[in-house]
């Protein structure tokens, strides 16, 4: 059955055309079943020959509104006059419907949408929850960032050096990656409350410990940072999920941009609130007790305002269960998902960049002034950098903010236009900051303001994925692999892309400056060569995205049938209704409504 997109004017029901859907004559309405409500449009319903434009090539097949029969429908809708019941939950919504700012069909149709909230959580407490979602994301950035921003104190505390220092984001990021994975299975399958609430109580616990070690047992601090890393494996695998339970289409886009906003608020408020808390304390052993006691603050939020909705509560029937294989299984599910694996790529270039910039782009600014003699050497081999660091902290954290928010708005804005808006605004994205940034570093020695100015075009362009990769990732992938997926697209990320492309660019830049001169020129030459290597990496990232839009429609599609194929079966009819056909009643599967 097949609904025309050019003749979309209403909604009916299949017992309205005349033809009541088992075969019945309306006059014997007394006896009649209770009737399946299936919304279309009366024109071109039974494959566009009745109505002009609908029989038309221009026709495009869409999956109508099929709702199950009411337990306490009577008698037939036509025969007694009164308008058809409402349905108790729907079977299929529109596999291509990705426009719009309602999370069901138009008003006036006779099938109900899936539910826009889970039953027995309010809107007040479902926007409540995403608050404490964004303000936990908050303090896990902030926890992450706040030890560089008291790393040099750090390192004179312990008489380390930089190789050292540079373990303690090593073993955070490794245990992070590898435990990721454990909790996504662990989210696919438990309580993810109680998952998030040990989580949260084992990070604040240990960063407070650590604050405590003595100068004789770095390795203690090295193994704090471990179990840093095991705390918040479990927080971001699990809380997108429960985000994608409590809202759907375009307010899920929203809440997921709120959500990701937490990345570079969080960040640059570790670093000041290091310096800051150090400075005032005039002990670098307080910044690591602020984020601890917030901690505690978090799980009494999530145990008091927290409501766990069922897993694709807002996706399918309520009372259909939920289909769960083996790990084995997801993966291979997960592996042959084009869409998931392309944007997952595509993500990790942008954490690739992200990262290659954090650490390389202060330290390349203050070589690029001192080559071109905008700035005298600094005395002091700590903290040389310190103006280019806040200026590109500040920087960071304000087109972090601007691209977060201007990447969900464009998205929200262009899903009507096309179902391919987010991968390829992506792509734009993408695409568009490579030259950005190319001109960012070879114009480094010549204008620092220019520099800067491209700097800021180009990180907002960047910033514009961090969302909608999220938003594609939970609507191309079934509710029960969700987790597991969130913690395949965090290890492939910080594997190949920010883990890794800090001592990429570090050795890339050691390797050009062999055998050149000792000089300013030089050093700042050979990082500069090193840090085009970011303006490839997010030309090749866009790539991925435009190759995700080839995929997507049919991913998404897949993902919302396998959702809402947990029909259960009524009077052994194994998912089956009856439809008119050629003027006669059949039965066929509710899956075949997609033509």
């Known amino acids: 059955m097949a609904v025309c997109t050019d003749c979309w004017e209403g909604h009916i029901s299949l017992s309205a055309l005349g033809q009541d859907l088992w075969g019945e004559s309306p006059r014997g309405a007394e006896t009649a079943r209770p009737q399946w409500q299936v919304s279309g449009h009366s024109e071109g319903l039974w494959g566009g020959k009745a109505a002009g434009r609908c029989g038309s090539a221009r026709c495009r097949p869409q999956v109508l509104w099929v709702t199950a029969p009411s337990p306490q429908a009577r008698g037939s809708p036509m025969a007694t006059g009164r308008a058809p019941q409402a349905a108790v939950g729907p079977v299929l919504r529109r596999a291509d419907d990705t426009g719009g700012d309602g999370e069901g069909p138009e008003e006036g149709a006779v099938g109900l949408a899936p539910p826009a909230l889970p039953p027995g959580i309010s809107p007040s407490r479902a926007h409540l929850t995403v608050a404490v979602l964004c303000y936990i994301n908050l303090l ?3 926890d992450r960032f706040t030890v560089a921003g008291v790393l ?7 008489s380390i050096g930089d190789g050292s220092s540079g373990l303690l984001q090593t073993v955070f990021i490794s245990s992070y990656m590898v435990l990721a994975p454990v909790f996504g299975y662990l989210g696919d399958r438990h309580s993810r409350k109680r998952l998030l609430c040990l989580g949260i109580a084992l990070w604040s616990a240990v960063t407070l410990a650590s604050s405590f070690v003595p100068r004789e047992r770095f390795w203690a601090l090295l193994v704090a940072r471990a179990l840093v890393g095991v705390g918040e494996a479990s927080y971001s695998t699990v809380a997108p999920t429960l985000i994608a339970d409590l809202f759907a289409g375009a307010g899920r886009s929203r809440m997921l941009g709120c959500f990701y906003l937490a990345v570079p608020l969080g960040s640059g408020l570790g670093y000041i609130a290091g310096a800051k808390v150090k400075e005032a304390a005039a002990d670098w052993h307080w910044a690591l007790r602020v984020t601890p006691g917030l901690g505690v603050v978090a799980v009494v939020l999530l145990f008091v305002v927290v409501k766990e909705p069922p897993r694709g509560a807002v996706e399918r029937p309520l009372d259909a269960p939920l289909h769960y294989t083996s790990w084995a299984t997801d993966l291979r599910a997960l592996a042959t998902n084009r869409s998931f694996v392309l944007s997952t790529l595509g993500f990790t270039a942008v954490a690739f960049v992200t990262g290659a910039l954090a650490l390389w ?39 972090g903010v601007l691209g977060v928010g201007a990447g969900v708005e464009l998205s929200r804005r262009l899903r009507p236009i096309t179902p391919r808006a987010d991968p390829l605004l992506c792509a734009a994205g993408l695409l568009g900051s490579a030259p950005f940034l190319f001109l960012a570093v070879v114009c480094a020695r010549a204008t620092v303001l220019l520099t800067y100015v491209f700097i800021f075009i180009g990180e907002t362009l960047l910033s514009l994925n961090w969302a909608i990769v999220a938003d594609i990732l939970l609507y191309v992938v079934v509710p029960t692999r969700r987790s597991t997926a969130e913690a395949l697209q965090i290890v492939v990320s910080h594997l190949l892309g920010d883990a890794g492309s800090p001592y990429l660019i570090g050795v890339l830049s050691d390797r050009l400056r062999r055998g050149a001169p000792d000089s300013l020129l030089a050093a700042a ?23 995700t839009a080839l995929f997507l429609e049919g991913d998404r599609r897949r993902a919302q049938l396998d959702a809402q194929r947990t029909l259960p079966a009524e009077d052994g009819d194994d998912g089956e209704i009856v439809v008119p056909q050629r003027g006669r009643p059949a039965k066929v599967p509710v899956s075949s409504v997609l033509i």
């Open 140 to 142: 896990n950035y902030m």
């Open 361 to 399: 782009a202060p330290a390349f600014l203050y070589r690029s002034r001192l080559a071109s003699g905008a700035r005298e050497p600094c005395p002091e081999p700590r903290g040389c950098h310190a103006d280019e660091s806040l200026i590109f902290g500040v920087l960071t954290c304000v087109t």
């Open 525 to 547: 030459r050979a990082l500069e060569h090193a840090l085009l290597l970011c303006a490839f990496a997010g030309a090749l990232g866009g790539g991925f995205f435009l190759a």
């Open 152 to 158: 040099p104190d750090i390192e004179a505390f312990f």
